[in-house]
């Protein structure tokens, strides 16, 4: 089959709402969301925090931080499954090649992320805010809160960044999810697992979605930013 | 409850019962040095209940620096800062309020800004509202209370700065160049608000370059040059007759060269 008709048969398969596909799209954002949930969770008052105290050691954290950014994402695998295989410290509770375990390993790569980024953001924030609210008597978790709240609309792009993360991600989910039908394949495993398999209509319709979801999720935050509500509050 | 004098609680209006001779502020010889340089030294001056206490010096001898101090945002080096004879404290800040040069809007509206500060006092939610609206009234600012507040004149954000300060009642109100590059019909709103605040009882600090702001709104006069004090006393005193050559190079709108304070 040439390409052209390749992507017809990609096309007839999102078109006719093929149970497989859609099943796999499912799962990929069961997964993701999730993972990102947690992390802006996790993530967004531990970046505020340090984007608005002082403290001994801050520069190592901040440091930490950035580095934790850049984790390889097979090496995240790894470990996720030491901990969650039937010998690691986590074995008992069975994880290992459930959805749960995707959820966690993309928790690990992606609230570095959110947690780095919202720092930068926070901080720059809190250098404009410090002397004020050391006037009004602010206390420590009313800053974080008033700061998280203040930068509402810059905030979402680095969502958006964890976003990317976790739904792009094959290297970890692969490794402690297994790529299992029907349990824990998702749209990136199956683009591996189907492309060298051969099967590249189903590979193509994932990635013409996972484009589609990119670029919904994008026009999204750009909509947020671009508001006239956003312009008078950023 | 805020912690500030409880005699204040019910209305931003009510004129404060507070003795006219009161000191509130005692500093005593007090200094800031970081890194080996001295900003302030030897500096003393009483900030009286009901007074307006005017700063003047050119740029670098210290004035804004003092306000930090009477706040308490910074520690002094060396002497002391007394709050009606007492150590500053948290308790003292809770009872002041200070405007910068530049205001600092919150990213929300103009009511979420005042009760912001007000919440953060620990008033309640209908005192925060009462409190919010009778400043803005005050200010002239009601019907921009849905507006976010970063999209005011720059004249009105220094209005709102005024009154969201003025909304906790403090007994001492502290601006740095509260008009610095503000337009004449602006700087007059804003001089009228703060003269609107003394009437009602509450003592001022004011940094300003602007001679003419300076005689219309002092009691008090201070003129720092160099980190210290070169001649305080009685605003229409020191107008008429400046003792130092430095103020009266000021006032007559002459240059003079600057010598270290240490």
């Keep these: ?28 954002l069961q997964v993701t969301m999730s993972a990102v949930v947690i992390s802006c969770l996790l993530g ?44 690691g410290p986590l074995g008992v509770l069975e994880l290992l090649y459930t959805p749960t375990a995707m959820i966690i390993a993309q928790i690990v790569l992606v609230t570095p992320i959110i947690a780095a980024l919202s720092r930068q953001v926070i901080e720059d924030l809190y250098l404009e805010y410090a002397e004020q609210f050391a006037s009004f008597g602010v206390s420590r978790y009313t800053r974080v809160r008033a700061l998280l709240w203040d930068a509402r609309y810059t905030l979402p792009t680095v969502v958006l960044a964890g976003v ?45 979605i996972l484009l589609a979801l990119a670029l919904v999720v994008n026009v999204f935050v750009m909509a947020l930013r671009g508001t006239r509500v956003r312009g008078a509050y950023a | 409850m805020p912690k500030c004098d409880a005699k204040r609680q019910s209305s931003l209006g009510e004129v404060i019962d507070s003795k006219i001779e009161l000191p509130l502020i005692s500093a005593r010889d007090i200094g800031f040095s970081l890194n080996g340089q001295w900003f302030l030294k030897d500096v003393s001056i009483t900030v009286r209940a009901r007074k307006r206490t005017v700063l003047i010096g050119p740029n670098g001898a210290g004035k804004s620096l003092l306000l930090r101090l009477f706040h308490g945002l910074i520690p002094a080096s060396t002497g002391e ?20 040069q530049r205001p600092v809007m919150l990213r929300r509206s103009v009511m979420a800004n005042m009760r912001f500060v007000l919440g953060v006092r620990g008033f309640a939610g209908r005192e925060q509202t009462r ?49 610095a590059s503000l337009d004449p019909a602006a700087t007059s709103r804003v001089e009228e608000l703060i003269t609107a605040a003394h009437e009602r009882g509450i003592a001022v600090v004011m940094v300003t370059h602007d001679q003419g702001q300076a005689r219309r709104m002092a009691d008090q006069l201070v003129f720092l040059q160099s980190g210290r004090v070169a001649e305080a006393g009685d605003a229409a005193a020191m107008f008429a007759t400046p003792k130092s050559p430095a103020l009266r190079a000021w006032l007559d709108g002459r240059l003079f060269v600057e010598t270290e304070a240490n």
């Design chain 1, 164 to 208: 990317g993360r976790a739904v792009a991600e094959v290297g970890a989910v692969m490794i402690v999810g297994g790529n299992i039908n029907h349990v824990t394949r998702v749209m990136t495993t199956a683009i591996a697992l189907e492309t060298s398999r051969g099967d590249l209509e189903l590979a193509l319709a994932l990635g013409i």
């Design chain 2, 131 to 179: 409190r919010a609206k009778d400043a803005l009234e005050m200010a002239g600012l009601t019907s921009l209370a849905s507006r976010p507040a970063r999209v005011l004149s720059g004249g009105e954000q220094q209005c709102l700065a005024v009154a969201r300060a003025l909304a906790c009642g403090p007994e001492l109100l502290l601006l740095d160049e509260p008009t």
């Design chain 2, 81 to 100: 800062i007394l709050w009606k004879g007492q150590k500053l404290s948290s308790n003292s800040q809770e009872c002041q309020a200070m405007v910068f």
């Design chain 1, 44 to 87: 967004l008052p531990l970046g505020a925090a340090v984007g608005a105290f002082r403290f001994h050691g801050r520069g190592a954290v901040i440091l930490i931080l950035n580095v934790l950014m850049g984790l390889p994402p097979v090496v995240v695998g790894l470990l996720v499954y030491l901990v969650l295989s039937a010998s």
């Design chain 1, 1 to 28: 089959m040439n390409n052209d008709g390749v992507l017809l048969q990609a096309a007839r398969l999102i078109a006719e709402w093929d149970p497989a596909l859609f099943e796999i799209v499912l799962l990929s």
